[in-house]
């Protein structure tokens, strides 16, 4: 598959933490920059600093319980975010591997093994 985000980042978002894991393509195997962070405002904070560093542009996280809100209202208006379905990033066949990683790498390649519906997130 085509890599269409050369530079992007799944979380994996919990109550107390947020796992990132940035993927920078380059030629070859992409480079992984796994990092976890608090969940305050303060490390939320930080998170979005950290992306911006990396030069991150594009976001994808799953929108179980309400955990993802705060740190959708902190992202948001600095990248692109892809609110993803739990249900249908559980599907996606391949290895088991860190729940952030998996979500870069598919929004690495798109999303282009999910249904549709898992690519529109609403903030509500």
Request: glycine letters at 6%; charged letters at 25%; a positive charge.
């Amino acid at each position: 598959m085509e890599v269409m985000y050369p530079r992007c980042c799944g979380l994996d978002v919990h109550k107390s933490s947020i796992t990132a894991c940035v993927l920078i393509a380059k030629a070859g195997k992409p480079l992984k920059h796994i990092r976890r962070f608090g969940s305050t405002t303060r490390e939320l904070r930080e998170l979005l600093a950290s992306l911006r560093e990396f030069g991150v542009e594009h976001v994808a996280m799953e929108s179980t319980g309400v955990y993802w809100k705060p740190v959708w209202n902190v992202l948001e208006g600095h990248f692109q975010i892809v609110l993803a379905n739990a249900q249908h990033i559980k599907a996606v066949p391949g290895r088991i591997r860190p729940a952030c990683r998996k979500k870069s790498e598919l929004l690495n390649l798109a999303l282009q093994a999910l249904p549709f519906e898992a690519r529109t997130g609403t903030h509500s």
